[in-house]
């Protein structure tokens, strides 16, 4: 295996090694970030420990973990993607990455945020769907919330309107939309991922560089932690307006009375005549306490470099 194959397997492990371990630490907190984005009108929840609290009541603690088998399943390949694309055009724009320059730190992560959306659409389009499933469990369905292709996986027994599956709600998708069905919300994906990439990866590089030590090479796992953590809070809380938008969106089933969205300037006009301006920024500090940690592990993980030495074990 050549030094430049090692390295690409490498990101590769590095980058699902923490998508693993990021999204097992912070899961119920983006839990509570759909349920309370998706909240119209008369509010089920107070906050994040509101809904934290009254999910595992109603559902568990395996409550507070509805659809993570989807995220667990393709964090994988989403993460591996997201970091390593980033690497790539770093290391094609700017003469293998060692040089600071911003705008082509910026182009190399609208880059990857662009390569990450084939698996992060259809990811998330399966996961909201779980995660807002006791939601609507405590917010009765209205008959015309939603259009009944997109409802079609509710039919069936109370237990079934209860506990969705991903495979069933994927098969029925493909079934009456086809492969367009998973990628429902493309555009509001790409809107979010590629802002966000543009404001991460510059500022976490940069944060990162400041740690940097000439005897090891590259800087502490803390620090790099740190860096992703402050880098990953910001950019998430910056681009909070559009995860409103797309967790709206990509939610097929609606409460009685809530809105469905023919798209993404729909879906705009109607929160902000509907909700007002504050209603752009639900779950921002549940975003910010997602992305930290999910970031600052990533990054640390990364740069601990697991995949180079679980590959020397096979050298």
Not at 16 to 32: K, S
Request: charged share 15%.
């Amino acid at each position: 295996m050549s030094n430049q194959d090692l390295s690409i397997a490498a990101k590769l492990i590095n980058g699902g090694v923490a998508g693993l371990v990021g999204v097992t630490c912070v899961f119920p907190i983006d839990l509570a970030k759909t349920r309370l984005q998706n909240q119209q009108g008369k509010d089920v929840y107070k906050g994040m420990v509101d809904c934290l609290m009254k999910t595992a009541r109603a559902e568990g603690f395996l409550g507070m973990y509805r659809g993570a088998a989807v995220n667990l399943t393709l964090v994988t390949p989403e993460k591996a993607i997201k970091l390593a694309a980033n690497d790539f055009f770093r290391q094609l724009l700017m003469e293998d990455g060692k040089q600071r320059n911003l705008k082509m730190e910026m182009l190399a992560g609208c880059g990857a945020g662009m390569c990450q959306v084939v698996v992060t659409c259809p990811m998330e389009m399966l996961k909201i769907q779980l995660q807002d499933a006791g939601r609507l469990a405590t917010h009765p369905q209205g008959s015309s919330a939603a259009p009944s292709s997109s409802r079609s996986y509710t039919t069936g027994s109370a237990s079934t309107h209860r506990r969705p599956s991903a495979t069933l709600i994927a098969l029925e998708l493909l079934r009456t939309r086809g492969l367009a069905g998973l990628y429902t919300g493309l555009g509001a994906t790409l809107l979010r991922d590629i802002p966000f990439s543009i404001i991460y990866f510059p500022l976490f590089a940069n944060l990162n560089n400041l740690g940097y030590s000439e005897l090891t090479g590259k800087a502490s796992f803390a620090h790099s932690f740190a860096s992703g953590c402050v880098a990953g809070s910001l950019a998430a809380v910056m681009v909070t307006p559009l995860d409103v938008l797309k967790t709206r969106i990509q939610t097929l089933k609606k409460g009685l009375g809530e809105d469905s969205y023919s798209g993404i300037t729909d879906c705009a006009r109607k929160v902000w005549t509907q909700e007002g301006p504050s209603a752009f920024l639900k779950g921002a500090g549940c975003r910010a306490l997602v992305i930290a940690p999910l970031f600052g592990i990533a990054q640390g993980v990364y740069f601990i470099g697991i995949g180079e030495r679980i590959l020397k074990l096979f050298e």
